[in-house]
């Protein structure tokens, strides 16, 4: 069975950093591409950055560089480093995962089919 087990959220203040992670089981890393959303409320989800961590490839769908994702393959887990952080990334965070062979290219625009249970990144003074 497919699981993704997200952690790491919690209350930090502006410009502060939090790392997320996204502990996979039930597959092969290797095989998947995993993604990190957010959803805040009153506002459409939104895709971060996606990772498959076979190759190293990534994808940001901003590229201000405050994110950076990255994989320990050993551990089945991604991570999501967040820097200088601001009120507004205030949001639930999911990681998702989506089979490699399911997808043409590297990005969050696509349908993800496994999901975490979202962790909490609350940025308040």
């Known amino acids: 069975e497919v699981q993704l087990q997200a952690s790491g959220g919690g209350l930090v203040q502006p410009g502060g950093s939090l790392r997320l992670s996204c502990v996979a089981s039930?597959?092969?890393?290797?095989?998947?591409?995993i993604a990190w959303f957010r959803q805040a409320p009153g506002k459409e989800h939104e895709g971060l950055a996606c990772?498959?961590?076979?190759?190293?490839?990534t994808y940001y769908a901003d590229d201000k560089g405050r994110f950076a994702i990255s994989s320990d393959n050993a551990k089945n887990t991604v991570y999501l480093q967040m820097n200088s952080l601001k009120p507004e990334d205030t949001a639930t965070y999911y990681c998702?995962?989506?089979?490699?062979?399911?997808?043409?290219?590297?990005?969050?625009?696509?349908?993800?089919?496994?999901w975490g249970q979202g962790t909490q990144v609350t940025v308040s003074s």
């Open positions: 990772i498959s961590s076979g190759s190293g490839s």
């Open positions: 998702a995962a989506k089979a490699l062979d399911l997808m043409d290219y590297l990005d969050v625009s696509q349908e993800y089919h496994y």
């Open positions: 039930g597959f092969r890393l290797n095989d998947y591409a």
